[in-house]
């Protein structure tokens, strides 16, 4: 997760692609991973973190974690790309202008929204922001609009979901899966409570960021069972695992999550890899971290389940870029390459 108050953020995306034949020296039960050297920006100059994306019929809608616009807080950026290629920051507009009343309005901290269709048409906001009720934390909740975007409205007085002796909960992100269920992946904010260090989360004892997975009924949000946790953050992952984000793939579900702190060189996007959404899931590994393509601090990759595609941010040195790739899964092989 990000601010606005943190800079310099690029806006990154790639393109989900068919798998296609692979020849590995490697064994086969191996979670393996090739990733770009170069990649071509689609949008520059932008703080857009923590992006979440959707294909409806004039293109891909992007939605992102809050920032200020000629002094005005945007609790909710928006972006739109006709082809995946030209990118429109629409910079003084605000996906969600009105805070919900669990809310703590004079710090927000709207951060990384994510927009799922459902059956009727309509359109739903999952997102993360500060609790009125202990402004220390984050609670997840999600906001209903007629329109992608916006403006999206959520009038409850208590969020979602808000595990508070956990730390509370942020990064949700939607899924519909190839069965008609819904699902909702998110993270626990176990570092919120940690005992200091990186991200507040490396002295001992290591409080555990589990990504946990909420089935939904057909509305977005009717709870259906109790949460399952798909992974946690482990020695390798540092302080968290966050940022979590579902993809069917060649057959099999792979996780996308970030792991290590966000205000540190070591964060990055990763992966894990099941063939039952329930999990269990192994973990494949960073796919892109600080020095791929000129990216410090990747992070954050949604995918756009009716498109097709990805997109993520990170910083790159002297100023922001947003870039373009190839993605696909074969066998337990993820690949990344460039495209123009």
Not at 42 to 68: E, K
Not at 140 to 155: E, L, M, Q, R, W
């Amino acid at each position: 997760m990000y601010s606005f108050l943190l800079s310099p953020i690029a806006l990154i995306g790639i393109t989900i692609a068919l798998p296609q034949p692979y020849t590995s020296n490697t064994t086969n039960n191996a979670i393996r991973h090739r990733r770009a050297t170069t990649a071509h920006p689609i949008m520059g100059g932008q703080n857009f973190p923590d992006p979440g994306i959707i294909r409806v019929a004039d293109g891909w809608h992007a939605f992102s974690t809050n920032a200020l616009y000629n002094g005005t807080p945007i609790h909710v950026q928006i972006a739109h790309t006709p082809d995946f290629m030209t990118w429109t920051l629409r910079a003084s507009v605000d996906a969600m202008p009105k805070l919900a009343p669990w809310v703590d309005t004079l710090n927000p901290r709207v951060w990384a929204p994510d927009v799922v269709q459902l059956a009727d048409g309509s359109f739903m906001m999952y997102y993360t922001a500060a609790y009125v009720r202990n402004t220390k934390l984050h609670c997840v909740s999600f906001a209903t609009s007629k329109n992608v975007d916006g403006p999206y409205v959520d009038a409850k007085v208590e969020p979602w979901t808000c595990p508070v002796a956990q730390g509370g909960a942020i990064d949700p992100s939607g899924y519909l899966n190839a069965d008609g269920t819904r699902w909702v992946v998110y993270k626990i904010d176990g570092n919120a409570i940690g005992h200091g260090g990186s991200c507040g989360n490396t002295v001992r004892p290591i409080v555990q960021t589990p990504i946990m997975l909420q089935q939904v009924a057909a509305d977005g949000h009717s709870k259906i069972g109790n949460p399952i946790q798909l992974i946690s953050n482990d020695l390798d992952d540092g302080p968290v695992v966050e940022a979590p984000a579902l993809a069917y793939l060649d057959g099999k579900y792979v996780l996308f999550f970030s792991s290590n702190c966000f205000a540190t060189s070591l964060y990055d996007v990763s992966y894990a890899i099941a063939s039952d959404i329930r999990g269990p899931y192994r973990k494949g590994g960073p796919l892109y971290v600080t020095g791929n393509m000129g990216m410090y601090a990747p992070g954050g990759l949604d995918v756009a389940l009716n498109g097709n595609r990805a997109i993520w941010h990170g910083n790159v040195a002297g100023g922001r870029a947003a870039f373009t790739g190839i993605a696909s899964l074969d066998g337990n092989v993820i690949s990344m390459t460039s495209v123009s």
